[in-house]
Structure formats: C-alpha cells, structure tokens
C-alpha cells in the first residue's frame, strides 16, 4: 500500500513539473513568435479554447476579423493546467509501474 502512494505522489510530481515546463516554454516561444509551436506545447489550452465560443469582432488595425476573449476562455486557461497535470500524472504513472515491474 505505502509503495502505491508513493508512486502517486511522484507521478503527481512528475506531472506538475512537466506541466511547469511545458507552459513556460510555451510563454517563451509565443514571446519569441513562434505561435504554432507554443501552442503545441500548450496542448491543455488549445483543446478548451477550441470548445469556448468566439465573439467575432471586427479590427480596424489588422483589417481582418479577430476572436474577442469571454469568461469562458478565461475559465478554460485556467481549466487547462488541472488537465494538463492529470495527463502527465497518468503517463508518468503507467511509465512508472512499468519500470517497477522490469518493463521498459
């Protein structure tokens, strides 16, 4: 039982530390102008903003049509790093118990 909890615990680690990374690098890259890379990177966020509707407004500096953020977007950012580490947690999990077992 107490070999269990710790393989949670460091799966849990394990997944706020990726989860850590991935966003940080993904902020830098977006810095830098790679958009498409960081958003990449940022999976979590690009699958619930894609499920968040978008108000269409028109610019007048771009002269194009852009998406104006809501509630919801800003409630699927932060929605995102609670999926983002129970991913990373069950991945690092299974990879865990697996190498536990003798398993590669």
């Given at each position: 039982m107490r070999s269990n909890v710790a393989v949670f615990?460091?799966?849990?680690?394990?997944?706020?530390?990726?989860?850590?990374?991935?966003?940080?690098?993904s902020y830098f890259l977006s810095e830098a102008g790679a958009t498409n890379l960081s958003t990449v990177l940022f999976w979590p966020?690009?699958?619930?903003?894609?499920?968040?509707?978008?108000?269409?407004?028109?610019?007048s500096v771009t002269g194009g049509v852009l998406c104006e953020g809501t509630p919801l977007n800003e409630l699927a950012f932060l929605a995102s790093?609670?999926?983002?580490?129970?991913?990373?947690?069950?991945?690092?999990y299974i990879i865990i118990r697996r190498r536990a077992r003798g398993g590669t």
């Open positions: 615990l460091k799966a849990l680690g394990a997944g706020v530390l990726v989860t850590v990374v991935m966003t940080l690098a966020n690009a699958l619930l903003q894609s499920a968040a509707p978008c108000v269409k407004i028109e610019s790093f609670p999926l983002s580490v129970a991913v990373y947690s069950a991945i690092a």
